[in-house]
Structures are given as structure tokens and as C-alpha cells.
């Protein structure tokens, strides 16, 4: 569905690592990869490259003062690594459902939960909006609620570097933003992660904390709990080059959905995300719905004829407020997720993929759709 792309300056960058013996998780390599990240962003964000993005969730709640008890607000409709790191600080999630635009956290939904969640005598901590498959959440209106009520942004954006809003690149959209760079992203360092934030102090406390907290000394010394989150100096080698495609990255998998939009062009009741005006997708993941009425065919009839053809696709995430860990966690919602879990399929995107590779999944698509 999304396999490793790679573009042909990674391995130099690796053997530069690997000649100059910096095998470690700090060198070169991560400086440079953390530049090239602050300079694609091109929105004054500070960038620490980590060992995943869910550590780098991690670390932005840790960084945000979410301590045991507090309650954190995040998109239900994501995948499990957004919510998990709000439990590794003892903290509760607050699932809040999408809105049907963009497939991500609903506005409206949210100012709800944090009046109940207040009426009820705890203000969240945090708020955690998704960028699910590239698309960016209406951060505009995310922000200004949580600007209402002080509550800070941590944007996962792991799934959307490149996507946008005005130009407004995300990632820099709250006030810590989330990137990934494991292997089924739009670029990869095979596992990996960055933290970026305007607030300059911010990301150098996360480089701290990702490096065991150690205080200045000769010696060891620590006056606070550290973590070892620190990207390696060869995975960033990796992800150098890999910066150094992205823009093609971006624009192959734009692609990938166009020649899509065409071939469903005039096929009854699949249907795909459009843009709102103003954004821009970097179309990770082409996502469709099924509309079994129209179609004649349901969600999983589309999935299993692909399979049966060993054509890789997928029902959407899961909402994590039918998540059996994560089941009797309150949840504010209207039913659009689970309208979106249950006839939602994300089609083969990579990059990689060949005229060939799309012509053999349109022609088993043909044999389903009639
Ligand atoms: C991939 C992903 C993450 C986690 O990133 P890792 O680098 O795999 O730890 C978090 N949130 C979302 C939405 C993701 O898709």
C-alpha cells in the first residue's frame, strides 16, 4: 500500500556515517537532517529528530506538564500511536469524533467535550488533532477553540508532512507538531521521528529529555526522568536523502490519487476526499467510500476482490472509541467515524507504484465495480 521509496543519495550519506565511524545517536547526519526539516517547513519551526513519532508524542505531552490524572483530548478516528503515549503519562484520553470535510477532529465536537470535561471539574491539558492520510485537520478553527479556552495544541502531523493550509505547512500549525518518518510514510529513515515547535526552547528541552536528561557535569547527573528518544546518526542519513525527494515524493502521490479520481470518474457511489479551499493534501494514503446503496457492493467486497488478486488495501483506522483497550473512555461523537470505519478503504499509494502496478489494480477494480 505504501512501501519505501528511496532516491538514490541515502546510502552515500549512510557510508559517510559509517566512514567517518559517527554510529551513534547524535552526528552529523542529525543535524543536517533536522536543517533540511526546518528548512522544507519553512515556518520558523525548530525540528529534534527522534527515534519515532511516538515519541515524539510522548514527549510533547511530557513537555506540555500532562501529568497522572489529567485528561488530553485527541481525534478518535487515528491510528493507536496518537492516543497511546497520552496513557504512558498516566493521563486519560478524551475521544472526540471527526467531521465529515477533512475525516479529522471535529471543532464543533471539541468546544462540547471541554465544556463537559470542565463542567465536570477538569480542564484538558491538551488537545491532539490528526492529519489523517495526509489531509490537514481545520486547524483554524481547532486553534481558536483552544486559544477560548488555553488549552494547548499538539498537532500529529505524522502522516501529513508537506499537506498545508494557505501555504501554512503543518506540523507548524499548534504549539508542538508531530512528524514521522517510519517505513510506510511518505519518506522514511526505515524508523524515525521528529518534534517541531516555533518555541525554540522547546525543542531543545526535547533534545534534553530524548538524551536522558543529563545535566551539565563531568559526571552522570540527572534532576529529572529522561527518555532515550535520540534519532540515530544512520537513519538520519537515510532520511537526508530522502529530504532530498520529497517535493517528487509529494507529487508522485498526488498523482496516484488523480489517476484514481479518474478511473472512479462515473462509477456509482465510490466517492473520494476533496481539498477544501485552501488545502493542500500530500494524498499519503488514496482513501475512498463505499456507499454500498449506490454502489452494490459494500466496503468489503471492493477489499476482498483486491486481496483475492493480492492487491493490498485496507478499511480506514479504526476509531479508538471502539478500541477494546481503549474501551469506557468517554467519547464525544456523532456517529461519523464509525460511518467512515465502516465503508472506508485506503487503496495501494506508493509512490513506487508503476502505470503497470495501476492498470492491474484498475482492472481488478473493473471486475467488482460494475
Ligand atoms: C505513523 C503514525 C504515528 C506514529 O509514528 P511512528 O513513527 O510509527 O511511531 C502517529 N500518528 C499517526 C497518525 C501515524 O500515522
Known amino acids: 500500500m505504501s512501501s519505501p521509496h528511496m532516491g538514490g543519495t541515502e546510502a552515500g550519506y549512510v557510508k559517510e556515517a559509517f566512514d567517518t565511524n559517527w554510529i551513534a545517536p547524535l552526528g552529523p547526519n542529525v543535524n543536517g537532517f533536522e536543517q533540511d526539516i526546518e528548512l522544507f517547513l519553512d515556518n520558523g519551526c525548530h525540528a529534534a529528530a527522534l527515534s519515532s513519532g511516538t515519541a515524539a508524542l510522548h514527549l510533547g505531552l511530557v513537555l506540555l506538564g500532562v501529568k497522572p490524572g489529567d485528561e488530553v483530548i485527541c481525534q478518535s478516528m487515528t491510528f493507536s ?48 488533532p490528526v492529519h489523517l492520510y495526509g489531509m490537514p485537520a481545520k486547524m483554524d478553527e481547532i486553534v481558536a477553540v483552544a486559544r477560548r479556552y488555553e488549552i494547548p495544541v499538539l ?101 496516484i490519487y488523480n489517476q484514481y479520481l479518474n478511473y472512479f470518474e462515473g462509477k456509482k457511489g465510490i466517492s473520494l476526499l476533496a481539498e477544501p479551499a485552501g488545502y493542500f493534501s ?41 478500541q477494546p483497550v481503549f474501551a469506557g473512555f468517554p467519547f464525544y461523537g456523532d456517529g461519523t467515524a464509525e460511518r467512515l470505519f465502516q465503508n472506508g478503504l485506503c487503496l495501494p499509494s506508493g509512490s513506487n507504484l508503476t502505470d503497470d502496478d495501476m492498470n492491474r489494480i484498475f482492472a481488478v477494480m473493473d471486475k467488482t465495480l460494475k
Open 81 to 128: 500511536a496518537t492516543a497511546n503515549p497520552i496513557t504512558y503519562v498516566g493521563a486519560t484520553p478524551i475521544f472526540v469524533d471527526s467531521e465529515s470535510d477533512t475525516w479529522n477532529i471535529s471543532p464543533a465536537l471539541m468546544a462540547e467535550a471541554i465544556e463537559d470535561r470542565i463542567a465536570k471539574g477538569k480542564k484538558p491539558k491538551a488537545i491532539i
Open 282 to 322: 500530500n494524498r499519503w494514503l488514496t482513501t475512498i467510500l463505499v456507499d454500498p446503496a449506490e454502489a452494490g457492493i459494500t466496503r468489503e467486497d471492493l477489499r476482498l476482490a483486491l486481496d483475492a488478486d493480492q492487491v493490498e488495501s485496507r478499511p480506514l483506522w479504526k476509531p479508538m472509541h471502539m
Open 155 to 255: 498537532e500529529d502531523a505524522a502522516e501529513a508532512l508537506g499537506s498545508s493550509i494557505n501555504g501554512q505547512r503543518c506540523g507548524g500549525l499548534g504549539d508542538i507538531g508531530v512528524l514521522s518518518f517510519n517505513g510506510n510514510k511518505i519518506i522514511t529513515t526505515s524508523g524515525g521521528g521528529a518534534l517541531v515547535s516555533r518555541d525554540a526552547g522547546i525543542v531543545k528541552d526535547a533534545r534534553f529529555l530524548a538524551t536522558q536528561a543529563r545535566d551539565e557535569a563531568p559526571h552522570y547527573q540527572h534532576s529529572q526522568i529522561g527518555y532515550n528518544y535520540r534519532m540515530s546518526n544512520i537513519c538520519a542519513g537515510i532520511g537526508r536523502g530522502q529530504m532530498e525527494v520529497l517535493a517528487e515524493r509529494i507529487g508522485q502521490r498526488r498523482n
